[in-house]
Nanobody, 122 residues
């Protein structure tokens, strides 16, 4: 299986910055993509950004130009650099990884982190 450990959430003032990290561990054979989702109270979970194993990235429109996703392949870690944060960015942020494990190298599954709270408020 694959375990995901997220860190970096917290409380920040509008206009501030935070950096989220998500480290994947376990019996990983390969990672297809890594990404971040978020869920605000009363809203559905939405995609924020993702990065593929070919370093193709995409972002939801509301964070383009403010957020940057990156990946350290050697560490199986994905980062989300969040700048110019707004109150509407407040949500629980979840890491999602699509990966294959050693016992089933031809099958990719989806794994989720436990979530980290990001609160943007003055």
């Amino acid at each position: 299986q694959v375990q995901l450990v997220e860190s970096g959430g917290g409380l920040v003032q509008p206009g501030g910055s935070l950096r989220l990290s998500c480290a994947a561990s376990g019996s990983i054979f390969s990672i297809d993509s890594m990404g971040w989702y978020r869920q605000a109270p009363g809203k559905q979970r939405e995609l924020v950004a993702f990065i593929t194993n070919r370093v193709i990235t995409d972002y939801t429109d509301s964070v383009k130009g403010r957020f940057t996703i990156s990946r350290d392949i050697a560490k199986n870690t994905v980062y989300l650099e969040m700048n110019s944060l707004k109150p509407e960015d407040t949500a629980v942020y979840y890491c999602r990884v699509i990966a294959a494990i050693l016992s089933r190298p031809g099958v990719s599954d989806i794994y989720w982190g436990q979530g980290t709270q990001v609160t943007v408020s003055s």
